[in-house]
T-cell receptor, first 113, second 115 residues
Framework: GNSVTQMEGPVTLSEEAFLTINCTYT??????LFWYVQYPGEGLQLLLK?????DKGSNKGFEATYRKETTSFHLEKGSVQVSDSAVYFC????????????FGSGTQLTVLP | EAGVAQSPRYKIIEKRQSVAFWCNPISGHATLYWYQQILGQGPKLLIQ????????DSQLPKDRFSAERLKGVDSTLKIQPAKLEDSAVYLCASREKTGGGYEQYFGPGTRLTVT
């Protein structure tokens, strides 16, 4: 079955530091890949997505590239802000009719001023 | 555009009691999902509806959980009787097809505490 593995957290960084959160997946075929963000007390919000190999998703300074050869979708940001503090979830969706999401366990990011 | 609405936001009950959660998806979204998110874990799918029909309920503990989506719009998820391990955030999501991305939109969730 499908699965997503994220680097264990929590991650604590100083403002303006470089961020990488690793994500690898196991799936049959070529799924769509997503990063969702969950701010305290809120629901999940889609941060970025990629639907095929070598696609780069980007939003709000965050980027992730769909790497088929390494089955990875690592999240990066060049300079984090305090407002980026949240839980980040990597997820995949297969291309079957149900389009169900499989999530990783999440990575808590705290950015200190 | 209004987002996915859920209520209540918080609920505290004793074990063996029953509880119900409500979800109103984004207007026009035919597909609706209920997820269970236990503290420290990613969301896990419980049930998926397409309009008012069930697409997948393979991970729903049917001895105590039930869900319905009458008229293909609002949905309710019920737990009866609740157990301590049901303490979690229950998320509702609805889906819009955006190109090939199949994005799901999530509500704020209902945090359930079973004591």
């Amino acid at each position: 079955g499908n699965s997503v593995t994220q680097m264990e957290g929590p991650v604590t960084l100083s403002e303006e530091a470089f961020l990488t959160i690793n994500c690898t997946y196991t799936a049959t075929g070529y799924p769509s890949l997503f990063w969702y963000v969950q701010y305290p007390g809120e629901g999940l919000q889609l941060l970025l997505k990629a639907t095929k190999a070598d696609d780069k998703g980007s939003n709000k300074g965050f980027e992730a590239t769909y790497r088929k050869e390494t089955t990875s979708f690592h999240l990066e940001k060049g300079s984090v802000q305090v407002s980026d503090s949240a839980v980040y979830f990597c997820a995949l969706s297969d291309h079957g009719s149900a389009r169900q999401l499989t999530f990783g366990s999440g990575t808590q990011l705290t950015v200190l001023p | 555009e209004a987002g996915v609405a859920q209520s209540p936001r918080y609920k505290i009950i004793e074990k063996r009691q029953s509880v119900a959660f409500w979800c109103n998806p984004i207007s026009g979204h035919a597909t609706l999902y209920w997820y269970q998110q236990i503290l420290g874990q990613g969301p896990k799918l419980l049930i998926q509806f397409q309009n008012n029909g069930v697409v997948d309920d393979s991970q729903l503990p049917k001895d105590r959980f039930s869900a319905e989506r009458l008229k293909g719009v609002d949905s309710t998820l019920k737990i009866q009787p609740a157990k301590l391990e049901d303490s979690a955030v229950y998320l509702c999501a609805s889906r819009e097809k955006t190109g090939g991305g199949y994005e799901q939109y999530f509500g704020p969730g209902t945090r359930l505490t079973v004591t």
